[in-house]
């Protein structure tokens, strides 16, 4: 067992930690009940304001890609245009109609006056024309598919007397026919070089067919175009695709992944890259992408574009985290005045809570004070005008009231106890006079009878006196009286 003092400071201690937490339980429940209503309000006010303005950024955002998109594919679709005329522009060059016959009739002897002027006349003309920032070289192949002349002698030096074709196989047929769009191929080079051939026929001043041309394009140019991030941001990108099977191809170095032109590849059955798998199959769209080839989620827009009769995916994405950091940054003011606004809340909000429970409290003392019996008790330094204030007034009221009540019945109490001590008092006198006349009753009996005793005596001494012949002695005259009346 605990020695007495011990247990006496181990309860005074609970005592003291209860009236804490009584003290401090209505203070508590006010402050976290407003702190609660405040910040569940601002949370479910920021959530509505920032997913309203999320769907609208989102949706500025998602009409901003698509209207990027559509420039883009404008730009090169221009571009490719552009080239195809040119291709026609050297196409019906009568220089070329004039000097290509010549040039295949007598390739065997390059040395020849007449092949030496055919290609010096060529020279002349084209080396002006061609300009490698736009095109690597332009071939001229006799209806064999050997080239027999080439502008750019530094580029190729070996390809005279070869056999020209583009990597499907396709190009010097097609060129026979019309203008030809090749597919973009790199040169293999170091560094890497994309081109894209385009073959047309060249037909002689009779209208016969004398060979083909093909232009070698520079694709450095359009790929100025698509590495254009304007409008964009920092992360955006524009890719460039086509379909090769059951897996799309870029066909240029990527922002994030220089090595990707031909080699990264996105699989339709894939998760990723869902705007390159829908472009390079002929459709367009724009909204938000899962994930692009980084794994990371971003908005795009998407459409076809062809160039010849050869279907290529356009994409234009930026990442979600740059599209929305407006929505960030003011998330992020949102949080600081929220913890700014909070503890001001919470200061004002303990203020009041005080206001509030300080009189309480008192009212509290004063009741318990009452109740221990001190009718004397009131609540003091109300300074509020409300409704605690009122119910302070009323209790000190009806203390008062109390106090005097008890004044009056503490009066009463002493005034009947009075009377109490006075009855007693007097029932103790009458019990003392009863016994004193009974005494006196039972002395009188017994004098009473000893006086007709001695009547009797005295009577009976009378009698013998008078049988003596004496004189009574005792005078008995006073019984007569008495003795007529019985």
Not at 61 to 68: A, D, P, Q
Not at 98 to 109: G, Y
Not at 452 to 480: A, T
């Amino acid at each position: 067992k605990q020695p007495p003092e011990p247990r006496l400071r181990l309860r005074l201690r609970l005592r003291i930690r209860l009236r804490l937490r009584l003290r401090l339980r209505l203070r508590l429940r006010l402050v976290s009940l407003f702190s609660t209503i405040l910040v569940v309000t601002l949370s479910v006010l920021g959530f509505i304001y920032f997913s309203n303005a999320r769907d609208i950024l989102l949706k500025s955002k998602v009409g901003e890609l698509r209207l990027i998109t559509n420039l883009k594919a404008q730009q090169l679709n221009g571009y490719f245009d552009g080239l195809k005329q040119r291709a026609g522009f050297f196409q019906e060059n009568m220089n070329l109609k004039k000097n290509l016959p010549v040039l295949v009739q007598f390739f065997d002897d390059p040395q020849s006056p007449e092949y030496r002027q055919a290609e010096n006349a060529l020279d002349v003309q084209l080396q002006k024309l061609i300009n490698q920032r736009e095109f690597f070289d332009l071939l001229l192949m006799g209806l064999d598919g050997k080239v027999v002349y080439h502008v750019n002698k530094s580029y190729h030096p070996w390809i005279l007397g070869q056999k020209w074709d583009d990597p499907k196989g396709k190009a010097f047929e097609e060129g026979q026919i019309d203008i030809y769009f090749s597919e973009i191929f790199t040169s293999g080079a170091e560094p890497e070089e994309y081109l894209m051939p385009i073959t047309a026929p060249v037909y002689d001043s009779e209208g016969r067919l004398a060979g083909v041309m093909a232009l070698e394009v520079n694709m450095s140019t359009a790929y100025d175009l698509i590495r254009n991030t304007e409008g964009l941001g920092v992360t955006g990108e524009t890719l460039l695709c086509r379909r090769e099977g059951g897996y799309a191809i870029v066909l240029h170095p990527l922002k994030y992944d220089s090595g990707a032109a031909f080699k990264r590849k996105f699989y339709y059955s894939g998760p990723k890259a869902f705007p390159i798998r829908e472009s390079s199959q002929g459709r367009a769209g724009a909204g938000v992408a899962a994930l692009d080839y980084r794994g990371e989620p971003v908005i795009a827009g998407w459409r076809p574009i062809y160039i010849g009769s050869h279907l290529l995916g356009l994409v234009n994405k930026i990442d979600q985290k740059e599209a929305f950091e407006t929505i960030h940054q003011l998330q992020k003011i949102f949080l600081i005045m929220l913890f700014i606004i909070l503890p001001l809340s919470v200061g004002i909000v303990l203020v009041n809570a005080v206001a509030i429970t300080d009189p309480i409290e008192k009212l509290t003392r004063a009741v318990s004070a009452v109740s221990k019996g001190a009718m004397d008790a009131r609540v003091e330094n109300i300074e509020t005008n409300d409704e605690i204030a009122d119910l302070a007034r009323m209790f000190n009221q009806m203390t008062e009231n109390l106090q005097k009540t008890t004044v009056r019945r503490d009066e009463l109490l002493k005034e009947v106890d009075q009377r109490r001590h006075a009855q007693e008092a007097a029932r103790k006198s009458s019990g003392e006079l009863a016994r004193s006349v009974k005494d006196l009753e039972r002395f009188n009996q017994a004098a009473v009878g000893r006086e007709n005793r001695m009547i009797e005596l005295k009577r009976l001494v009378n009698e013998l006196s008078k049988e003596l012949g004496r004189k009574p002695p005792y005078d008995l005259s006073f019984l007569e009286p008495i003795e007529k009346k019985s």
